[in-house]
């Protein structure tokens, strides 16, 4: 690599406070910043070969006032945050990083489906609110849940995190069905392959695993929601956007289903009007702040392979 190649980290606080970082820093000369606002932009990329973005948009405008920018590294694995047309036009490289987040999106997918199906909350409140001491008896048996065991557990997308997912759901007993969001993984192992009208019906939990685009754009409407079991979980591990949140709020509300946790929304952070702050059976919906991807051997792994991206581009 030449020396000295200026690379720049528009949005640090995306990846919290990982402790490898000095892999990128070692590389060339390294400016950091927890946040960039579009506004900031032209301003901090200039002068730089090198830029590191998670969510900071870079588009055309960026691009054509930022001539000295070869290379842009994106922290994540979906792209849609850069102009990928305009820069290869411009004979600007993007790399992104897939693969990293697997073993964590995969282990919050099951934290999250037992923390709802167990009734977790509710046991734990039970517990601290004194109640349990006052029983006559050892055991408290308030709510209901089953065993995941000879469950049918339905998987939508079966990329590297669906088939991940898939493996889990079999150890725990359950039966894996899927449908592939794009066609393209039809014959899967142990595993069989069911159009989404027929995976929705018959399946005890459904897992969402793919990406956001047009065909999965509002894949999870009203019509499709009612086809679930009043008794299945829904989980969307995948793009807010896949599921209507308008329709979701209802489904839970009106008991179409037993309950839904999401990991992510169509707008993050979530709008202070999202029609799921105001639902009243909010014991039957589980949100967290897009944080599956992100334990700390993900965040590490991201870090690791993006400095590799810059390795291979300068041929280090």
Not at 226 to 251: F, H
Not at 266 to 282: C, Q
Not at 299 to 311: D, F, G, P, Q, V
Request: charged share 20%; proline share 3%.
């Amino acid at each position: 690599m030449k020396k000295p190649v200026k690379i720049v980290f528009l949005d640090t606080g995306t990846v919290g406070n990982v402790d490898n970082l000095e892999m990128i820093q070692s590389l060339g000369e390294y400016t950091g910043y927890e946040m960039t606002a579009p506004a900031q932009r032209i301003e901090r990329i200039k002068g730089h070969q090198v830029v590191i973005t998670n969510k900071v948009i870079i588009d055309r405008e960026v691009i054509d006032n930022c001539p000295e920018l070869e290379l842009v590294c994106i922290v994540a694995t979906g792209m849609n945050n850069v102009d990928l047309e305009y820069a290869a036009k411009k004979g600007i490289i993007v790399k992104n990083v897939a693969g990293y987040s697997t073993e964590s999106v995969t282990q919050c997918t099951f934290s999250m489906l037992l923390f709802l199906l167990n009734s977790s909350a509710y046991y734990d409140d039970y517990v601290k609110s004194g109640k349990y001491a006052a029983s006559p008896i050892f055991t408290h048996l308030g709510r209901e849940f089953w065993e995941l065991k000879n469950k049918v557990f339905g998987i939508i997308g079966m990329g590297t995190i669906g088939r991940r997912v898939a493996q889990v759901a079999e150890a725990f007993g359950a039966r894996v069905v899927y449908y592939s969001t794009s066609g393209k993984n039809l014959n899967v192992e142990t595993c069989r392959h069911l159009e989404l009208s027929e995976l929705l019906r018959t399946a005890d939990v459904v897992s969402i695993h793919c990406p956001l685009n047009e065909q999965t754009k509002n894949l999870l409407n009203e019509s499709h929601l009612r086809m679930m079991k009043p008794t299945a979980y829904l989980l969307n591990m995948g793009r807010g956007g896949i599921v209507n949140e308008q329709d979701l709020a209802r489904a839970i509300d009106e008991n179409w289903i037993a309950g839904a946790a999401l990991d992510v929304l169509t707008t993050e952070p979530i709008s202070a009007d999202s029609p799921f702050l105001k639902v009243r059976n909010r014991h039957k919906l589980f949100i967290t702040p897009h944080i599956a991807w992100a334990s700390r051997e993900a965040r590490r792994l991201l870090i690791e392979r993006t400095s590799a991206n810059i390795k291979s581009y300068f041929a280090v």
